[in-house]
């Protein structure tokens, strides 16, 4: 069985890339044809998904800061949009009942509201996934949805908690406690070094640590996963850490994907219903996008981190399952939220692939708010007297500015997607603001001057790279363009699209090392 498993989902994955769809389109797929031919999901599937998602949930905690979750547009929006969508979808379900559809016919208000309450939420996987593929986890809109997700995981602790009747142990009081744990936690990450222990102490920390000290008083075990993510986050290792993790995140979550088709036998009934749901899913994705520009946001910022939660969430099918074990939910409806979850995905896909066309196309139509009463987490940026563009200032970005500075004194301009580490920049000297570069209101402010000479795109990811420099390119910009990338085919991409130089990072890195040691030992050679 696990052959098949395996191959077909190599196999519809490869055609999902092929199409320019997300991979996680294909195992969807791959899981529906599989029921099709009476293949059904295992104790093996089941258990590596929930693997998948407890290691993504502690990466994003490795990644998140707690501030974000305190901020009145994440707390506020997310319990705003919880409220008013499942209102939305239970007056359409009771709509739906009134006009005898048969299978919301036995359906009670309090079964109803349910069922509103399960489609009102939006998948963490999805949209993490989705995001990380873009390069824009870090981005304005990037850290907005994350964080209501975040908010919307926690609200689902809450109702599994109470649904269930399970109640946390009285010790789980301790779990107050781990913060004062956190020296320890740090101390542990500073000693297991940069290899397999590394990448063990991952999963021991996520699993253990976090998942199974919460599963063993009674809370979520991923809430664990994250909360433990959210500890480390400060520690200098946590990037690291996550990219240590991600090869085995990504190879768990192919699980979660075939399980979700594997789990449904679609009925026509079913179907349906699902594409009713379908229907309904733009309402959704209209009141996020609603309640965020409340809070003075950009149109555009408010438009993508709508996209990004423009899906149905797993959860529902959480909710489902427990409905239907208790008799509140037919097996109709049960099938219907499995391919609405499915579809949505589907949907989605494409429809963030092209987020940044959409805003350029429908930005004309929407409103914008004046600059001066913008969310200073969304303010217009002012570029100064800068030559020099830098964009990412990690590791290879930093180098470069104090390479420039070094040589031709300070004519840099560093942009960076994360405040805490621009503000970290600033205090060590270097001119350094926080900004989005794959965002076209960026390049609109940012190119108001004749000044810049030169754009370095030294982002990690090669798709946020592609992005910036089509941007610069829309804004007919005339100075010189460098690029960093790590595959040859990326390489050959960015100079197929025009930059004046490109650089293989792993290829550089080397012969920057020979200069160094040359320089420095200055070797007699013969």
């Known amino acids: 069985m696990e052959i098949v498993l395996i191959s077909a989902a190599f196999f519809m994955g490869f055609i999902a890339l092929k199409v320019n769809l997300p991979p996680l389109v294909g195992f969807l797929c791959a899981g529906f044809v599989l029921h099709h031919f009476g293949f059904n999901s295992s104790d093996t599937i089941v258990t590596l998904a929930d693997l998948g998602v407890t290691l993504l949930l502690f990466t994003i905690g490795l990644k998140l800061d707690i501030k974000t979750l305190l901020s009145k547009e994440i707390w506020a929006g997310a319990t705003a949009h919880n409220l008013l969508s499942t209102a939305f979808f239970t007056l359409a379900i009771l709509a739906l009942k009134l006009l005898g559809v048969s299978s919301m016919a036995s359906m009670g208000i309090d079964q109803i509201v349910l069922l509103g309450f399960a489609l009102s939420f939006s998948s963490t996987v999805f949209a993490v996934k989705t995001l990380q593929e873009k390069g824009e986890m870090n981005a304005t809109y990037g850290t907005l949805a994350i964080g209501i997700l975040v908010m919307q995981d926690i609200f689902a602790v809450v109702f599994l908690t109470a649904s269930t009747g399970k ?3 009285w010790y789980a009081i301790a779990l107050f406690a781990l913060p004062f744990a956190r020296p320890i936690l740090f101390k542990i990450l500073d000693e297991v070094g940069h290899g397999e222990m590394l990448v ?6 996520a699993l253990v640590a976090g998942a199974g ?8 075990p ?8 959210m500890l480390l986050a400060g520690h ?17 979550l192919v699980c979660f994907f075939l399980n979700i088709g594997l789990s449904a036998q679609p009925t026509l009934d079913g179907f349906l219903l699902a594409i009713i749901f379908m229907l309904l899913l733009p309402v959704k994705a209209l009141l996020y996008f609603l309640i965020i520009n409340t809070f003075k946001f950009r149109v555009r910022t408010s438009l993508l981190a709508s996209l990004a939660l423009f899906n149905y ?16 939910m037919s097996g109709d409806l049960m099938v219907a939220l499995a391919i609405a979850v499915s579809l949505s995905f589907v949907l989605a896909s494409p429809i963030n692939r092209k987020g940044h066309n959409i805003y350029q196309r429908s930005s004309k139509w929407l409103k914008e708010a004046a600059a001066e009463s913008l969310n200073i987490r969304d303010q217009r940026i002012n570029p100064g007297h800068a030559q020099v ?4 200032m990690g590791r290879i970005g930093t180098g470069a500015y104090d390479e420039f500075r070094s040589r031709y004194g300070k004519i840099s301009l560093g942009i960076e997607v994360r ?11 270097r001119n350094v603001i926080c900004g989005d570069a794959t965002d076209p209101d960026f390049w609109e402010r940012i190119l108001n001057t004749e000044n810049i000479q030169l754009v370095l795109l030294a982002m990690p990811h090669h798709q946020g790279n592609q992005s910036a420099l089509e941007l610069l390119q829309a804004r007919d910009f005339k100075g010189q363009i460098a690029a960093i990338a790590e595959y040859p085919d990326q390489l050959d991409t960015l100079q197929e699209h025009g930059v004046d130089a490109a650089f293989n990072i792993y290829n550089e890195a080397g012969s920057g090392f020979a200069r160094h040691v040359c320089e420095q030992l200055k070797p007699n050679f013969k």
């Open 167 to 169: 109640i946390p142990e």
């Open 200 to 205: 063990l102490s991952g999963i021991f920390l």
């Open 213 to 220: 000290l919460f599963e063993f008083v009674g809370v979520k």
């Open 222 to 229: 991923d809430l664990g996963a994250l909360i433990l993510g």
């Open 236 to 252: 200098r290792k946590a990037s690291e850490l996550s990219k240590s993790l991600f090869n085995l995140k990504e190879l768990f």
């Open 313 to 328: 969430s797993e959860f529902g099918l959480i909710v489902g399952g427990l409905a239907f074990k208790m008799g509140w």
């Open 389 to 392: 563009l830098i964009l990412g």
């Open 419 to 429: 405040e805490d580490t621009a503000k970290e920049h600033r205090s060590l000297g």
